[in-house]
């Protein structure tokens, strides 16, 4: 089963036209879809801006003012972080957490600390793991990937990075998560990753 990445649709379209559909087509097939849509959250149709000097490859944000807002900003080093196909849909996976995290109030107020030492962080990371495997990479892809996408910073963050998406991957890919009849709305408040 191929996982498609709209290379051209990305790079041609205006900077504020694109949803997460029209860049990753198979979103609905990711570990995460079915589990933002519970949430009332069609993952594909979150507006997708390009953008440079946003301090990371991705970053997703979410406001409730004036109105409840959620962007993906990618800014076009994607193309060479994230090399192929699968590996954007490893990064995709990661920001939609940020989204899911903002519902159950998972999404940590500040940011304090080096990025990869948060809680929410280190679960955006398992999330991703949990899509490597369910696209059926064998373990040491994605250890590489995260190399890779990690090379130039510190030791102790890298192994970081490599446990968590390790912890991921040896989760199921079908969402183990909490019931409908457990879950409350919670506030969506403003998150921006900076790294």
């Known amino acids: ?26 979103v609905n097939k990711t570990v995460i879809y079915n589990e933002l849509l519970a949430w009332g959250i069609d993952a594909g149709s979150i507006p997708v801006h ?4 946003i301090g990371a490859v991705m970053a997703a944000s979410q406001t409730n003012m004036p109105e409840p807002e959620s962007i993906i900003f990618v800014a076009p080093v994607i193309m060479e972080v994230y090399p192929d ?9 990661h920001e939609l957490a940020h989204f899911r995290q903002g519902l159950t109030g998972e999404l940590a107020e500040k940011d304090e600390g080096e990025w990869y030492t948060r809680a929410h962080e280190q679960d955006a990371i398992r999330w ?33 990075v490599i446990k968590e998406s390790k912890m991921g ?3 199921h890919p079908q969402q183990e998560t909490l019931t409908l009849l457990g879950r409350r ?3 969506v408040r403003t998150h921006r990753r900076h790294h």
């Open 50 to 53: 390009r953008k440079t000097g």
């Open 85 to 93: 196909d699968e590996a954007k849909y490893v990064a995709l996976v």
């Open 1 to 26: 089963m191929p996982w498609r990445f709209n290379t051209e649709k990305y790079r041609t379209a205006l900077p504020y036209s694109l949803v997460v559909r029209d860049v990753w087509p198979d």
């Open 169 to 171: 991957y040896r989760l």
């Open 128 to 160: 991703a793991g949990r899509q490597a495997r369910k696209m059926g990479w064998p373990e040491q892809r994605l250890t590489q990937l995260m190399r890779l996408r990690h090379h130039g910073t510190g030791r102790k963050w890298i192994q970081t």
């Open 185 to 187: 709305p919670v506030r």
